[in-house]
C-alpha cells in the first residue's frame, strides 16, 4: 500500500512539473479530483476548457465525472447540450453528453481566491464558454462558468420519472459540488463561492436559493434581470398566450401533464420508448425545447415553489446583490413587432392584459407620450412585469439577508445580439453583459468602459466578502436606502419604485 500511494504522489507530481526544468509546476496543468488537466496560458488569465464535470442519463440526475488517467487537454470547450438555436442565436447541438465547465483564473499561481460560478440565461440554448470571464479574473477571482441540460432535456415531466422537471437545477448543484470540491486546486477559496447569473439564469438561482439540497453550496448570490417571482399578463412574452401565474415555475402534475402530450406527439406511450428516441427527433417537434423551460416544484428538489418559499422566507442565508436593467421588455416588443414589420395595437393589448384596469393603465401611459406603440407596451410591461418582480424579490430577501439593489440604466449600451432593426433599445434585457464579459461584437465607448470597470468592481468586491463597496467606487448602501443606478458618468442611488410606477401597480 505505501509503495502504491507513494507511485500516486510521484505520477501526480509528474503530472504537474514543466517539462523544461524537471521540478518547476506546470501553470497550465492542474490535478482535480478525477484526474489532471491541461489549460492554456494567456496574458494576464489561465483559462481551462472542456472539464467534466458529471455525467447524466436522460432525465436522470447527474452523477460525479468518472476519474480518468494521465493529463487531458481542457484548451477546447465541452460539448453544448441539445438545443436548436434561435434567430439571435443561430446554434444547434444534439450532445446529450455535455455537462462540462471552463475555469478562467488570474494568470498568477494564487491561493483562497473568491470563487464566481457563472449560470448563463437562455433555458433553451447557449453553453458556458460563450462567457469570455477574462476580465473578472483580471481582478483576482476563480470564474466557473457552466453547461446544463436545457428545454425539453431539463424541464421535461412524465409519471415514471423522479424529480420531474428539475434536470438542470440538479446539473447546477452538481457542478456546485465540483467547485467545493476542486475551487482550491485552480487558486480559488472552496468556502468562498459566488453563484451569478442572468435571465434563466439568475431564475435558476430563485431555485438554488430554495431546494433543499442547495444548502452549503455556495455562500453569495448574485441575480442579474431574474424572474424568480414574476408572472406573465396575457399576451406579453408571445402575442396571444394567455396569462401565466409564473414564469418561472410550474407545478410537477402540470409538467407531467405536458410531457405526456408530448410523448404522444413522439408516438411514445411510455418512458423506454422515449429514452430510446434519438435526439434529432425530440428537437424536430415544433416549441418542444422552449415549452419546458420552466423548473418544476412540488418534488424533491423543490418541494414549493421558489416564489412562495420566497415570500415565505424560507430560503438560504446569503447575501445578495440583485437588480434588472431600465428597459427590460423593450427586447421582447421588438421582437415580437418590429422585427416582423408589424406595429403592436397597443390599447388592444393592454385590454387582452388587464380587462377592466386598462383604461387606468392607458391614463398612466399615455402612447402619446412615447414614440412609438412598441415604446409604450415595452414601458408598461417593464414596469408591471420586471420591476414590480424585482423590487419584490429583493424587499423579501432583505429582510433576512444583506441585499444591495441595482438598476442598469444605460441607455446607450451597444446591442451584442445579432438582431438588425433601428429600434431603440434603450437598457435592454441582458444589455449589462458586455459590461461584465469580454465581447468583441459589442464596442464600449470611453465612458462605457469606465462603468464596466465599476461593475467589474462591484461584483468582484461582493464575491471577495459580501459588499459590492471598495476604494474608488460610488458607494452603494444596503436596499433600505435606495437601488444603485448604473450608468456612464451617472452613478447614483435612485428610488426604484418611483422610477418604474410601484405604487401604482400596487
Not at 32 to 37: C, K, P
Not at 281 to 295: R, T, W
Not at 444 to 465: D, E, P
Amino acid at each position: 500500500m505505501r509503495i502504491l500511494l507513494a507511485m500516486a504522489v510521484l505520477l501526480t507530481a509528474c503530472a504537474t512539473t514543466d517539462a523544461g526544468t524537471g521540478s518547476r509546476p506546470d501553470p497550465a496543468v492542474v490535478t482535480t479530483d478525477a484526474g489532471a488537466v491541461r489549460g492554456a496560458l494567456g496574458g494576464q488569465h489561465r483559462l481551462f476548457q472542456g472539464i467534466r464535470y458529471a455525467t447524466a442519463a436522460r432525465w436522470a440526475a447527474p452523477q460525479p465525472a468518472p476519474a480518468w488517467r494521465g493529463v487531458k487537454d481542457a484548451t477546447e470547450p465541452g460539448a453544448m447540450c441539445p438545443q436548436v438555436g434561435s434567430a439571435y442565436a443561430p446554434i444547434r447541438s444534439e450532445t446529450e453528453d455535455c455537462l462540462f465547465l471552463n475555469v478562467t483564473t488570474p494568470a498568477e499561481p494564487g491561493t483562497r481566491r473568491p470563487v464566481m460560478v457563472w449560470v448563463h440565461g437562455d433555458g433553451a440554448l447557449g453553453a458556458g464558454h460563450f462567457s469570455d470571464a477574462r476580465k473578472l479574473a483580471e481582478r483576482g477571482v476563480v470564474v466557473v462558468t457552466i453547461n446544463y441540460r436545457l428545454g425539453v432535456f431539463s424541464g421535461f415531466g412524465h409519471p415514471g420519472l423522479r424529480d420531474s422537471g428539475t434536470y438542470g437545477l440538479q446539473d447546477q448543484m452538481e457542478a456546485l459540488r465540483w467547485v467545493r470540491r476542486n475551487a482550491a486546486a485552480f487558486g480559488g477559496d472552496p468556502r468562498n463561492v459566488t453563484v451569478f447569473g442572468v435571465s434563466y439564469g439568475a431564475l435558476a438561482i430563485g431555485g438554488l436559493l430554495t431546494a433543499p439540497a442547495a444548502k452549503g453550496l455556495f455562500d453569495r448570490a448574485i441575480m442579474q434581470s431574474g424572474e424568480t417571482m414574476m408572472d406573465m399578463p396575457a399576451g406579453s412574452m408571445v402575442p396571444g398566450l394567455p396569462a401565466q401565474p409564473s414564469f418561472a415555475w410550474r407545478s410537477e402534475a402540470e409538467t407531467i401533464a405536458m410531457g405526456e402530450h408530448f410523448a404522444g406527439q413522439l408516438g411514445c406511450s411510455d418512458l423506454e420508448c422515449l429514452r430510446r428516441l434519438p435526439v434529432k427527433k425530440i428537437l424536430d417537434v415544433p416549441q418542444i425545447m422552449n415549452a419546458f423551460q420552466s423548473y418544476a416544484y412540488g418534488n424533491g428538489v423543490l418541494p414549493d415553489s421558489p416564489a412562495t418559499a420566497v415570500r415565505e422566507g424560507r430560503f438560504h442565508r446569503v447575501p445578495v446583490l440583485a437588480g434588472a436593467t431600465r428597459d427590460e421588455h423593450r427586447l421582447f416588443v421588438a421582437m415580437n413587432y418590429d422585427m416582423q414589420g408589424k406595429t403592436p395595437d397597443y390599447s388592444a393589448l393592454v385590454r387582452e392584459a388587464f380587462g377592466k384596469k386598462a383604461p387606468h393603465i392607458l391614463r398612466k401611459y399615455p402612447i402619446n407620450r412615447y414614440k412609438s406603440p412598441s415604446m409604450a407596451w415595452a414601458a408598461v410591461l417593464t414596469d408591471r412585469m420586471w420591476a414590480r418582480a424585482t423590487h419584490e424579490q429583493n424587499t423579501l430577501l432583505a429582510r433576512h439577508v444583506p441585499v444591495y439593489g441595482y438598476e442598469f440604466a444605460d441607455r446607450k449600451a451597444p446591442m451584442f445580439l445579432p438582431l438588425e432593426t433601428d429600434f431603440a433599445w434603450g437598457a435592454y434585457h441582458a444589455a449589462d453583459l458586455p459590461y461584465l464579459f469580454e465581447d468583441e461584437k459589442a464596442a464600449l465607448s470611453a465612458g462605457q468602459r469606465k462603468l464596466s470597470g465599476q461593475m467589474i468592481g462591484y461584483w468582484t468586491n461582493f464575491a471577495r466578502g459580501g459588499d459590492p463597496n471598495g476604494p474608488g467606487l460610488p458607494s452603494w448602501p444596503r436596499l433600505s436606502s435606495g437601488t444603485l443606478s448604473l450608468e456612464p458618468g451617472a452613478v447614483r442611488i435612485v428610488d426604484y419604485a418611483a422610477r418604474h410606477r410601484l405604487g401604482f401597480w400596487k
